[in-house]
């Protein structure tokens, strides 16, 4: 077995690179949506919405820089083409979404499929000993719920 420089299994941080850039497309989707239903929700809920997309907006930019970045740190290069992201993601594309509701249901089922990605990538991390992708995964993965809880509480509906 042969290890980088901070003393992981090559061949694995290679496959869990792959696994983030698969991750690193879909949140670049999913940000992509968020911007979009920021600037176009449309009704009675708008300042109270607008509001809130920024702040997941915000909060998916730090999100892809960081996985962008561990990427790199595991030795591998993040992909960095719309090309490449549309491609890889499964994550449902949002397109002139501006009714409320339909605005959350899209925020809904896109953390939806990150959530699914990001277990499997801690379920691979796990194997490889690597704790600063499972650090990663772990908290984003309790944020997301969070997020999902109160988006579905919004709609009224149960988790």
């Not at 397109?95 to 801690?122: C, F, G, M, N, T």
Request: glycine residues 6%.
């Amino acid at each position: 077995m042969k290890l980088n420089s901070i003393g992981l299994d090559t061949k694995k941080t290679k496959l869990i690179a792959g696994d983030l850039n698969h991750l690193l497309a879909n949140f670049q989707i999913y940000y992509q949506n968020l911007r979009g239903i920021h600037w176009n929700i449309k009704g009675k809920r708008f300042f109270d919405l607008h509001v809130k997309f920024e702040e997941l907006y915000t909060d998916a930019n730090i999100k892809v820089d960081e996985i962008a970045e561990r990427i790199l740190t595991l030795g591998e290069t993040p992909l960095h083409t719309f090309e490449d992201y549309a491609k890889a993601a499964i994550v449902p594309v949002g397109k002139d979404v501006s009714q409320d509701e339909k605005a959350v249901q899209l925020i809904v089922a896109s953390l939806s499929e990150l959530l699914k990605i990001e277990r499997q990538i801690l379920e691979t991390s796990n194997d490889a000993n690597d704790e600063g992708t499972n650090s990663m995964m772990s908290g984003f993965i309790t944020e997301q719920e969070k997020t999902v809880w109160m988006m579905k509480a919004w709609l009224g509906e149960s988790i």
